[in-house]
T-cell receptor
């Protein structure tokens, strides 16, 4: 079982550019969430996808958008990058159905985004 | 809005000590609480998950307790080792939601020296 995978590992962009980050969930998981973790902070929830729809969104501007594919993999897109978007972006997956030992969220290794 | 606080922010101890990390949350209506470990620049590894109906969970040298009414959880690490050095994050999931959104604290950065 490969677990949650993310690509790329690191990315350097300049202000105003656009970026796409990718995530493949753990086998058997159909729900994907994205989190932003600034240096020295806890992760902040961006949004969650299930059945190819955005189900819940945190306090992030519309510059942050996403997509989920039929194979449950997901993308996070950020437009018009700002210096403050520099962070570790984490993807987490879990089964949609709660209970029966399925509540644990599994995180990927993250993508480190640096905006210059 | 749910807010999670972790104390202390940093902890440095010699090998072999027993440790207590604290987590508090403002809204006691949670579905579950999860403790994670994060190594520098890496993703999160789940250590323990406590359902809202449970009081504690144990895994090896780790024991986590939950007092939902007072909005507190404690992670106890027995006989600490240098390999335990990492940041420990506490996260709660809202009650009544099937969507599994997590609210995180800022973490406790632990250093265990030989």
């Amino acid at each position: 079982d490969a677990g949650v995978t993310q690509s790329p590992t690191h990315l350097i962009k300049t202000r105003g550019q656009q970026v796409t980050l990718r995530c493949s969930p753990k086998s058997g998981h159909d729900t994907v969430s994205w989190y932003q973790q600034a240096l020295g902070q806890g992760p902040q929830f961006i949004f969650q996808y299930y059945e190819e729809e955005e189900r819940q969104r945190g306090n992030f501007p519309d510059r942050f958008s996403g997509h989920q594919y039929p194979n449950y993999s997901s993308e996070l897109n950020v437009n018009a990058l700002l210096l403050g978007d520099s962070a570790l972006y984490l993807c987490a997956s879990r089964p949609w159905e709660q209970g029966k030992g399925t509540d644990t969220q599994y995180f990927g290794p993250g993508t480190r985004l640096t905006v210059l | 809005k749910q807010e999670v606080t972790q104390i202390p922010a940093a902890l440095s101890v010699p090998e072999g000590e027993n440790l207590v990390l604290n987590c508090s949350f403002t809204d006691s209506a949670i579905y579950n609480l999860q403790w994670f470990r994060q190594d520098p620049g890496k993703g999160l590894t789940s250590l323990l998950l406590i359902q809202s109906s449970q009081r504690e969970q144990t895994s090896g040298r780790l024991n986590a307790s939950l007092d939902k009414s007072s909005g507190r959880s404690t992670l106890y690490i027995a006989a600490s080792q240098p390999g335990d050095s990492a940041t420990y994050l506490c996260a709660v999931s809202d009650r009544g939601s099937t969507l599994g959104r997590l609210y995180f604290g800022r973490g406790t950065q632990l250093t265990v020296w030989p």
